[in-house]
């Protein structure tokens, strides 16, 4: 029987190569964008993949969390039972940016978003499993477990970037440790080649980078992380459980990041 895989950030990249590769192996393959044409675009390249089920397409705008909730509630109207939760949605902002609800864009996008509608689907993934794709830009993160608001005079894509990457770190560790009926993971996927950070900065390190990852490499990672045996709560490189790096590996703050972020979106953070 096919199972259920709801990959955010799927229009294109990473999420988009493992929504192909799953919907290729018969399963059912929900796809989650921002763009509506992206989100076609991603839709028709996944339903030429597809082998089993018709793929489905949801669209939110992760900066506007009431957009998330009217996306899990129409997640769970859809499809009670989910098996996987890819929690891939993603990227960087060149220039600060203040929600709509209040909080710097790239914490929000990144990891209050999933963190709330990973709360939202709960009930529907008991049993299943959590991927969050982060990144070792974590390793020079200087992340505040309480502040979700940044200062504009201080800001820096990268370093916001990586604060939010060892937030997705944080919180699959903690995940796994209050909710023991999901596996939880983190990865990261490879420096890979995609338009989630549009600015110069991000544009000159393509140019100069060694070893790019493809997404079609990138997207194999997540198919094997939402398929095969892994450790709950651990952060991957490639196929290898690693420590992270410093703040991401603590556990204090994995608890505070939680507490603080259950508060920030308005779920209860009880386990």
Not at 28 to 50: E, F, H, T
Not at 89 to 117: C, K, W
Request: no cysteine; glycine share 10%.
């Amino acid at each position: 029987m096919p199972r259920t895989f709801v990959i955010t950030g799927a229009s294109s990249g990473v999420g988009l190569a493992a929504a192909r590769q799953l919907a290729a192996r018969g399963e059912q393959v929900v796809v989650v964008g921002r763009d509506p044409r992206r989100l076609g675009a991603a839709m028709a390249a996944v339903r030429a993949a597809a082998t089993g089920p018709e793929p489905d397409e949801f669209r939110a705008d992760f900066n506007v969390l009431d957009e998330v909730r009217e996306l899990a509630a129409e997640l769970l109207a859809a499809y009670p039972k989910i098996d996987v939760l890819a929690n891939n949605a993603g990227g960087m902002v060149e220039s600060y940016v203040r929600t709509a609800d209040g909080f710097e864009a790239t914490i929000q996008g990144n990891h209050l978003a999933p963190f709330l509608l990973t709360h939202l689907l709960r009930g529907a993934l008991d049993g299943g499993r959590v991927v969050n794709t982060a990144s070792r830009a974590h390793q020079r993160a200087r992340l505040d477990p309480e502040d979700f608001t940044g200062s504009p005079g201080k800001y820096s894509s990268w370093r916001a970037y990586g604060a939010s990457k060892a937030a997705n770190i944080l919180f699959a560790a903690e995940a796994a440790r209050r909710w023991p009926e999901i596996t939880s993971v983190s990865f990261h996927p490879g420096v890979v080649r995609s338009n989630f950070g549009v600015g110069a900065a991000t544009r000159f390190f393509y140019r100069f980078a060694p070893f790019l990852t493809t997404p079609e490499q990138a997207g194999e990672l997540l198919t094997w992380l939402s398929t095969a045996e892994v450790a709950d709560g651990a952060y991957y490189v490639g196929h290898k459980v690693t420590r992270p790096d410093t703040v991401a590996a603590d556990p204090a703050v994995a608890a505070r990041l939680w507490e603080a972020s259950a508060a920030a979106v308005g779920v209860r953070a009880a386990g």
